[in-house]
Nanobody
């Protein structure tokens, strides 16, 4: 069992930065690949970024490549999402998710989810 708690969301102007954190409980955190998804009002949940258990592989949606960076610290049971050059279209609730299999872009393949944190980017 893994419990996930996101933090770090907020209101930021376009061009600004935010760093999201996702703290995980459970001694098996390092066994899980982790990902960030987001969901804007009226839209489906979409994959943002993912990282393998060892941090050896990282994946990004085209819309965030070059602006967002995913990382993890297995000693702290935490995964991060550094978001730079934010745009109004990045406004959404951001969720972290865990999966024992490898990183995928389909939200239905993930085993555990956090409650989400709101990110709002003003123009």
């Amino acid at each position: 069992q893994v419990q996930l708690v996101e933090s770090g969301g907020g209101l930021v102007q376009a061009g600004g930065s935010l760093r999201l954190s996702c703290a995980a409980s459970g001694r098996t955190f390092s066994s899980y690949a982790m990902a960030w998804f987001r969901q804007a009002p009226g839209k489906e949940r979409e994959f943002v970024a993912g990282i393998s258990w060892s941090s050896g592989s990282k994946y990004y949606a085209d819309s965030v490549k070059g602006r967002f960076t995913i990382s993890r610290d297995n000693a702290k049971n935490t995964v991060y999402l550094q978001m730079n050059s934010l745009k109004p279209e990045d406004t959404a609730v951001y969720y972290c998710a865990a999966v024992l299999d490898g990183v995928g872009t389909n939200s239905r393949s993930y085993d555990y989810w956090g409650q989400g944190t709101q990110v709002t980017v003003s123009s």
